[in-house]
């Protein structure tokens, strides 16, 4: 194995599998540390999905120790941390105390933090992340119910997060190439820097910066700082061209669509499945709590919708003002836990009768529905939109699962999944 990544959540997992795939990186995906009977023969990367983004920080480190452990004894020789394109964390972590972890565990004194995904229009100038034309403080996730961003500057944040010096390599560093970023890292390390958020606009840059990051044990970043380290390894002769995954087969039959994020772009995608004609179910997180609506209820509701052209959508999707009204009445965590714990059973019930398409929108609840399906691991196939592809379960009962990052996906994402699975 070449390649080692610790993914925070589980669709970010995904987006970091399909950035290797496309480099031509033989990539399996796990669900937590991997079990000892599978098989990874011929494997160049793993990359192990997590549910830690959100839990206290010393679980996410232990989780995050434990499955970099596991890497290194299967070989890997680099490993990357894998978080979200928006920086997703909060004042108390988890991104720097995970870091702080690994850094300690390779014992390698310097990383990288570079979130940028410009083909997801995540960028960084000046340490500070765009999202569009946007700030990250002025974007939409200003509102996450889980993790509002409401600082752009990402020395600032992740200098909140950890007690090890924080720094940046500026734009007119990485504009001038590889070269020039190594240069800036050999700088760092002797000025006692542990920690480098790195500027990236376009996917250039990325490119540049995943060459100068050849020798780092350690990497931390969005998939997009993945895309130029398949290269590295053909440089060094242990990794052969080739292009993708060209038998990639997925099982056909019902299909579904489950969401549970309260993104800006989800909710514009159940709107405009809704407008095309998608019979709609939304959950209500108070109906839950009051005993008057469980799993039993929408899995007849969704068998009963026949039409296959159009695909039924069960959803919980609602804007800040509502998600935090249900939040003062049941609790911060609990109303989210409720509608992942519903959506988790719903879909074994599916699972049970035939169903065989599922498409999961949101991290917390892909994790849940994975984990309820009993999935250990995935392999990829083609790409939806960037950074979602379709996946298909490596078990005995396959089953084809598009696992969707809330802000991911154009706004027809949910109408025109089905027309690239094979």
Not at 343 to 351: K, M, Q
Request: one cysteine or more; proline letters at 6%.
């Amino acid at each position: 194995m070449l390649l080692g990544a610790v993914a925070d959540d589980l669709t970010g997992a995904t987006d970091l599998a399909l950035t290797l795939a496309r480099g031509g990186m033989r990539t399996v995906q796990v669900m937590g540390t991997p079990a000892p009977d599978l098989d990874l023969s011929g494997v160049d990367a793993l990359v192990i999905a997590l549910k830690s983004r959100t839990i206290p920080a010393p679980a996410a480190v232990a989780q995050s120790l434990a499955a970099a452990r596991a890497l290194e004894a299967l070989g890997a020789r680099q490993i990357i941390f894998k978080y979200c394109s928006t920086f997703d964390s909060t004042p108390d972590g988890n991104i720097g105390p995970v870091a702080d972890a690994l850094l300690d565990l390779l014992q390698t004194p310097l990383t990288i933090a570079c979130p940028a995904f410009p083909t997801n229009k995540r960028t960084i100038y000046q340490g500070h992340l765009f999202v569009g034309d946007l700030l990250l403080s002025d974007s939409p996730m200003k509102d996450h119910p889980l993790t509002p961003m409401r600082d752009a500057n990402l020395v600032r944040v992740l200098g909140a997060q950890t007690k090890r010096k924080v720094g940046l390599v500026p734009y007119q560093i990485v504009a001038a190439g590889a070269d020039a970023i190594k240069s800036a890292f050999e700088r760092a390390t002797g000025d006692g820097i542990s920690h480098l958020v790195v500027d990236a606009i376009s996917d250039a840059d990325l490119h540049a910066i995943g060459a100068a990051v050849s020798d780092l044990p350690l990497i931390t970043g969005g998939s997009g700082i993945a895309l130029g380290l398949p290269e590295n390894f053909r440089r060094q002769g242990l990794l052969a061209q080739r292009q993708g995954d060209t038998d990639f087969r997925a099982p056909h039959g019902r299909r579904v669509i489950l969401a549970g994020s309260c993104s800006a772009m989800t909710r514009q995608q159940v709107a405009a499945a809704q407008a095309a004609g998608c019979p709609s179910f939304r959950i209500d997180p108070l109906a839950i709590a009051a005993g008057k609506l469980s799993a039993a209820d929408i899995v007849n509701w969704v068998v009963g919708q026949n039409n296959v052209d159009k695909p039924p959508l069960v959803y919980s999707s609602a804007d800040p003002a509502e998600v935090e009204a249900i939040q003062g009445q049941l609790g911060r965590t609990e109303a989210g836990e409720s509608v992942e714990h519903l959506l988790g059973e719903v879909a074994v019930r599916l699972r049970d009768i035939g169903f065989i398409e599922f498409l999961i929108a949101g991290g917390e609840t892909s994790g849940a529905v994975v984990g309820a399906l009993g999935v250990a691991a995935l392999r990829i196939g083609p790409e939806i939109d960037p950074g979602v592809p379709w996946t298909v379960s490596l078990c005995k009962q396959p089953l084809a699962l598009a696992l969707k990052s809330g802000n991911f996906g154009a706004v027809d994402f949910f109408l025109k999944a089905w027309g690239k699975l094979p």
